[in-house]
């Protein structure tokens, strides 16, 4: 399915596109694998033999689901908002607590990956209790590596916020009224 925006608009506008594909594939990856994962769950307790990593494995990936669908979110700008209250606000006004809001998003993802980071080390050796050769440094790395994603999602935002909207020739015959109302 290709949308008009992706033949044309600038190439941040395409490389948000692309990114925000990528992180689709990888939240319906995720999805299927939750999905197929809790059906054998089923499949398996019901015929009385259950698996001992269910519980463990669907709860792991419910969270990764949920932090790669927050990145995904980030890129398609879906987060819960309240962008009214900065629609009141006057033009010159509005474009500086935009980047300013947009700012402090962009710091709170850098601490929540830079702890996420410090937070590996002490994991280090610790492994899921129902799969013991699955280190924790694996499944405690959805943090910093969503973090990341943020990140790249909301500088892209953050950089359009603050880069002036390109201006577009009229089409030809179109009067300059046009473009008043």
């Not at 590596?145 to 359009?160: G, H, K, P």
Request: charge should be negative; proline fraction near 6%; aromatic fraction near 8%.
């Amino acid at each position: 399915m290709q949308t008009t925006s992706t033949l044309g608009g600038s190439a941040m506008q395409r490389l948000r596109e692309r990114y925000g594909l990528l992180l689709e594939w990888v939240v319906m990856f995720l999805v299927v694998a939750l999905a197929v994962e809790v059906t054998l769950g089923i499949i398996f307790r019901m015929s009385g033999h259950s698996l001992v990593w269910y519980d463990e494995v669907a709860s792991v990936l419910l969270a990764w689901l949920t932090f790669y669908g927050s990145a995904l979110a980030s890129v398609k700008r879906a987060h819960i908002g309240c962008p009214e209250v900065v629609d009141q606000l006057p033009p010159a006004l509005k474009q500086a607590v935009a980047v300013f809001g947009q700012v402090l998003v962009i710091l709170f993802f850098a601490l929540l990956g830079w702890v996420g980071l410090t937070i590996m080390p002490i994991l280090q050796g610790d492994a899921m209790v129902s799969l013991p050769w699955v280190p924790m440094n694996f499944v405690q790395s959805v943090i910093p590596i969503t973090s990341v994603l943020i990140l790249v999602a909301e500088i892209m935002f953050l950089i359009d916020l603050i880069t002036p909207p390109q201006q577009t020739a009229a089409p030809a015959g179109a009067s300059l009224s046009d473009g008043l109302h």
